[in-house]
Structure formats: structure tokens, C-alpha cells
């Protein structure tokens, strides 16, 4: 008897088929909406944690001076941080994989006719462990070349096409500021970060090399901590700061003179703040699901207006309430799901292009499908139960004298 009323309820639909597509025009419009606002946004999710991952898997970033807080005055002297630090980390630290100094400085550097304004980082080995970094081609430092300060230089995919295009830059000398530094090997393509950062635009020198020729000084501007995959961050994040206070002799009293932070972290809460986000834009395109509703019950109610001496035949010649109560839940349901298949092709749709469009993950949900073509059917029948149930109640009698 269900596909009986199926078929019925189907051949409701085509027999008015203009104003069943402007019924169901809401729902096709809410759930688009829905499913493009919800895609979109798993998708930014998904873009903000890899761009933060890029940076280095449990990954914590050590700086000198504390944070500005907002409304604070000027900041007080940094005392910046150097190798004691360094080496007590590296020392007593535990459940870490990887420590490693770091200083950045803008330089512009040339090769033959051309030249590019690219990032210095003076630092060793261990960096490219605690950055998830691997060397494409060529080699990474050796200890004697640490140790010494020796002019050599990784570089990034942004330099090696700027200067070489698609050949070996392997054993060329590059000149970085007034050094000459001699490449030995090509850092594998890192792209552009979440905040805008060519990431490939770098060259990696032996921090003493850097210290010497390119800052002029021994301060140290980060130290890369990379937790082991046992140990959670925030548990290092505590043993850095007890080590650091100890060294740099900071007193119960008196606030640290350094930050630790904890990337996982600020890409959770990133994270968190997209969902959110998503949500709320989510929520809002449901509102347009209510507006579908109220379209298909007000045209339910035209329908029973209208299919008034069917109902009072059908009921003479022996049909039940229930009968007529189904039928017309079927229609509403029937035309609210096929508003909500539409509307999801659409949205997938709309979700595609503006991945592609954005340069963001596709990112579409099964769960959020379903959640569609079900909250589709409940608002069919939600909004058809009234039409319906006064079709049912009405009297046979009364029913075949309308005209």
C-alpha cells in the first residue's frame, strides 16, 4: 500500500509541476545552503591544520620576552636568549626528539643578474627534524660545518627556480648579503603557509656562520622543540618552562622573561574557532529550511482545498481517516525529499567550486548528507501533518457537495 501512495503522491507532483518546483524552491535553497556553508567550512578546518602542521608535528617554539598583552604600555627590555639555554634544554629535556637554535634575518641575496630578497635562518641540523623539513637534493650540514661556522646553505624551491629554474643547484655560489655561501643542497617544496608566507623562500646557513657574517651578534631568536609522538605537548610545554626559569635565573616572584608556544595548541583553537564559525553560518542558512516548510504546508493546504470531493468520494466509498492522513504526509514528504536531493547536488556542487576557487580541501561530510535528506523528510511531514490531518477529519457529506 506504500508505493501505492508513493505513486500517487509522485503523480501529484507532476500533475502540478510548476508550483511543486516553487514549493519545494526553499527547501532546494536551505539545504544547499546548508551543505555548501558546512563543506566550505570542514574543508577551511582541514586547511588551517595542515598549514599549521607544515610548521612541524609537536612542535613548540621557544622566544624571548613575554607576549604583549592588549592595553599593555611599552615593552620592557628583552633579554634575549642564547646557547646556555640552548644546551640546558638540550640537556635535561625529556620526551623531545629534536632542540634547535634558530635566527631569522630579511636579506637580499644574488645570484649572477638576478636577486631575491629571502629569509635567513642561521641554524643546525636538528632543525629540519623538528620542522618535519627534508632535504630534496644534495645534503645537509655535517658536524664540522656546524661546529665551524662554514659558508654553506640549503635552499628553498622559490630560490632554486628564481636562480636555476628546473636544474641542480647543487656546489653554485650564492652571494647572501656580502657572503659568499657555497649551496650543498635543496630543502623539498613546504608552499605558502596560513598566514601568507612563502615558505620556500628561505636559505638555511650554520648558526655560527649567521651569527658571524649575517646578524652580527650571538643572540638567538627561536628554540624549536619538537615533543616525541609519547609525550604529550603540554607536558613538555611545563618541562621547558621549569628548565628555562632555572637557567635564566627567574625567581618564584616574578613572571617569565620568555614564551613557550605550543603550535597543536593554536591550531586546535583555530580550528575550534572555524567550526564555530561554520556553525553559526550553518545555523543560519537552516532558517531557510523553516521558510521551505511553511511553502509546503500552505500549499498542502491549497491541495486539500482543492482535491475536497476526492477526499469526500474516497471516504463514501469505505476509505479510513488514516488513509487520507497517510496519503497526504506521503505528498508532503515526497516533495520536501526531492527539494533536499536537489538541494544537495546543488550544494555539493556550490561546495566544489568554491574549493577550487579558495584553494581549499573539498571536504564533504556523509553525516551532514544524511542529517539533510532526513531533517528534509521531517520537515516535509512536520509541515504536512496539519493539511493532512484536516483532510482527514473532514465530513463525506459535506465533502461531496463542495465545489
Not at 16 to 40: D, E, K, P, Q
Not at 44 to 49: A, I, L, M, P, S
Not at 61 to 66: C, P, S
Not at 128 to 139: E, F, T
Request: glycine fraction near 10%; aromatic fraction near 4%; charged fraction near 20%.
Amino acid at each position: 500500500m506504500i508505493w501505492e501512495t508513493v505513486r500517487l503522491a509522485l503523480r501529484s507532483v507532476r500533475r502540478n509541476a510548476l508550483r511543486s518546483f516553487l514549493t519545494l524552491l526553499g527547501i532546494v535553497i536551505g539545504v544547499a545552503a546548508v551543505i555548501a556553508m558546512l563543506t566550505i567550512g570542514s574543508g577551511t578546518t582541514e586547511k588551517v591544520k595542515a598549514d599549521i602542521s607544515q610548521l612541524g608535528s609537536n612542535l613548540l617554539i621557544v622566544r624571548a620576552g613575554r607576549p604583549a598583552a592588549p592595553g599593555s604600555g611599552p615593552q620592557q627590555t628583552i633579554r634575549q636568549l642564547g646557547d646556555k639555554e640552548v644546551a640546558a634544554l638540550t640537556a635535561h629535556l625529556e620526551g623531545v626528539r629534536a632542540v634547535s637554535p634558530a635566527s631569522q634575518k630579511q636579506v637580499r641575496v644574488v645570484f649572477g643578474t638576478e636577486s631575491l630578497t629571502s629569509s635567513i635562518t642561521g641554524t643546525d641540523n636538528a632543525y629540519l627534524d623538528a620542522r618535519d623539513w627534508k632535504v630534496a637534493s644534495g645534503r645537509p650540514f655535517s658536524e664540522s660545518e656546524v661546529r665551524g661556522g662554514v659558508n654553506v646553505c640549503l635552499i628553498g624551491e622559490t630560490l632554486r627556480q628564481q636562480f636555476f629554474g628546473a636544474g641542480d643547484p647543487d656546489g653554485a655560489a650564492i652571494r647572501v648579503g656580502r657572503v659568499s655561501c657555497k649551496v650543498i643542497g635543496r630543502l623539498e617544496p613546504k608552499g605558502y603557509s596560513g598566514f601568507g608566507q612563502d615558505q620556500d623562500n628561505v636559505v638555511l646557513m650554520p648558526l655560527q656562520a649567521f651569527q658571524r657574517r649575517i646578524a652580527g651578534n650571538r643572540d638567538i631568536d627561536n628554540i624549536y622543540v619538537a615533543a616525541d609522538d609519547v609525550t604529550p605537548t603540554s607536558v613538555v610545554q611545563t618541562r621547558i618552562e621549569d628548565i628555562m626559569r632555572d637557567v635564566r635565573r627567574v625567581t618564584a616572584d616574578r613572571e617569565d622573561d620568555f614564551s613557550v608556544r605550543d603550535m597543536t595548541q593554536i591550531a586546535d583553537a583555530m580550528a575550534s574557532a572555524t567550526a564555530t564559525m561554520t556553525g553559526m553560518l550553518g545555523a543560519v542558512a537552516g532558517v531557510s529550511l523553516l521558510v521551505g516548510g511553511i511553502g509546503i504546508m500552505n500549499i498542502m493546504l491549497v491541495s486539500v482545498t482543492e482535491r475536497t470531493r476526492e477526499i469526500g468520494i474516497r471516504l463514501a466509498i469505505g476509505a479510513h481517516e488514516k488513509h487520507i492522513l497517510i496519503q497526504f504526509l506521503v505528498e508532503a514528504t515526497v516533495l520536501s525529499l526531492l527539494g533536499g536531493l536537489i538541494g544537495i547536488a546543488i550544494g555539493l556542487t556550490l561546495a566544489g567550486v568554491a574549493s577550487l576557487a579558495l584553494s581549499i580541501p573539498f571536504a564533504p561530510s556523509l553525516a551532514v548528507v544524511l542529517l539533510a535528506v532526513g531533517f528534509s523528510a521531517l520537515i516535509g511531514m512536520v509541515f504536512g501533518f496539519f493539511p493532512a490531518l484536516r483532510g482527514a477529519r473532514l465530513d463525506p457529506i459535506e465533502a461531496l457537495r463542495h465545489e
